[in-house]
């Protein structure tokens, strides 16, 4: 990624400054947009019965981004699994019906929960995993908007510059420190002034 920016020290530490306003809040709300890809993915990825679980799937606001949670009963067996040990009847009888299961066979269905456990079905850990890169954009998306809301220009006017966020593939990134590309080869030649942060910006680790 590659930030490319007109200006001088002093517009560049403008925009560092903007970008340091900006970025709280702004990933505030991409994690909350974030939630919101979240929830679609589970839901998409919940295995059905009653269709309950699929139906319960719920993401609420906090201070600091948002909570992704399941309201039925049932949730974190299905995605957790249970291990051996013994079962209500009741809830296995109910699922026999749904099924068309014949009562019979609820003894043998008992004895293999009660030594095997419930295997674990993960629809929100595989939804997470499935959606990190669109939950990534969502943040990034919410930052570039706070950024053009506070003047992406990020250079003087009279020079016209602009600033952008982009890598060679044209996609948008966030998340890094940004130096310029040369400055230290700049610095140790004894350059100085606005030439430093003339040109590409690109991110060091």
Do not use: C
Request: hydrophobic share 40%.
């Amino acid at each position: 990624m590659t930030i490319q920016m007109r200006g001088s020290m002093d517009d560049f530490n403008a925009f560092l400054s903007r970008f340091q306003n900006a970025a709280p809040a702004a990933v505030v709300r991409g994690l909350r947009d974030g939630a919101n890809i979240l929830v679609g993915k589970a839901v998409e990825l919940t295995p059905v019965d009653q269709s309950q679980m699929k139906g319960s799937w719920r993401n609420f606001p906090t201070s600091n981004g948002a909570i992704v949670t399941n309201l039925a009963q049932h949730a974190a067996f299905v995605e957790r699994g249970r291990g051996p040990g013994p079962v209500p009847s009741g809830p296995i009888l109910a699922w026999m019906g749904r099924h068309g299961i014949p009562e019979d066979a609820l003894f043998a269905i008992m004895r293999k929960l009660a030594r095997s456990g419930y295997e674990a079905k993960w629809p929100l850990k595989n939804a997470i995993i499935a959606s990190k890169a669109a939950m990534g954009k969502a943040i990034l998306r919410s930052l570039r908007d706070a950024l053009k809301g506070g003047g992406s220009g990020g250079a003087n006017a009279g020079d016209g510059g602009k600033t952008s966020m982009t890598d060679e593939a044209g996609n948008t990134k966030a998340g890094h420190v940004w130096v310029k590309k040369h400055m230290r080869e700049d610095h140790r030649k004894g350059m100085g002034g606005t030439r430093d942060v003339r040109g590409h910006w690109r991110k060091v680790r």
